[in-house]
């Protein structure tokens, strides 16, 4: 299995950018998906969240309202949209996944995926 994220980089703060997390080795379609971020120093938290359908999604409360997770499950891949950034978002964005079999339940529990790409580094400057 790979995660592969793409689409960091250095923005100023109040501009948008999408990262994207490209899956292979396994049943897309069947995986819950979710974006996780690092800051330096700092704990991998729980960003975004999406069910193996696309139809229920759940956010930290930090990005709710400026962050959307979507999936393809045609090309295999996950996107974060993000806009309004502000520093404070600056950290390494990861994406997770691991198996779905209801579609109900999007953990916020890093443990709870089993499946992790490298990381995309995202810095917003003021």
């Known amino acids: 299995v790979q995660l592969q994220a793409y689409g960091g980089g250095l923005v100023q703060a109040g501009n948008s950018l999408r990262l994207s997390c490209a899956a292979s080795?396994?049943?897309?379609?069947?995986?819950?998906m979710a974006w996780f971020r690092q800051a330096p120093e700092k704990q991998r938290d729980f960003v975004a969240g999406?069910?193996?359908?696309?139809?229920?999604?759940r956010y930290s409360d930090s990005v709710k309202g400026r962050f959307t997770i979507s999936r393809d499950n045609a090309k295999d891949t996950v996107y974060l949209q993000m806009n309004s950034l502000n520093p404070e978002d600056t950290a390494v964005y990861y994406c997770?996944?691991?198996?779905?079999?209801?579609?109900?339940?999007?953990?916020?529990?890093?443990?709870?995926?089993?499946?992790w790409g490298r990381g995309t580094e995202v810095t917003v400057s003021s």
């Open positions: 997770a996944g691991d198996d779905d079999y209801t579609g109900a339940y999007i953990s916020r529990v890093r443990g709870e995926y089993h499946y």
């Open positions: 080795g396994l049943t897309f379609k069947n995986y819950k």
């Open positions: 999406i069910n193996r359908f696309g139809t229920g999604t």
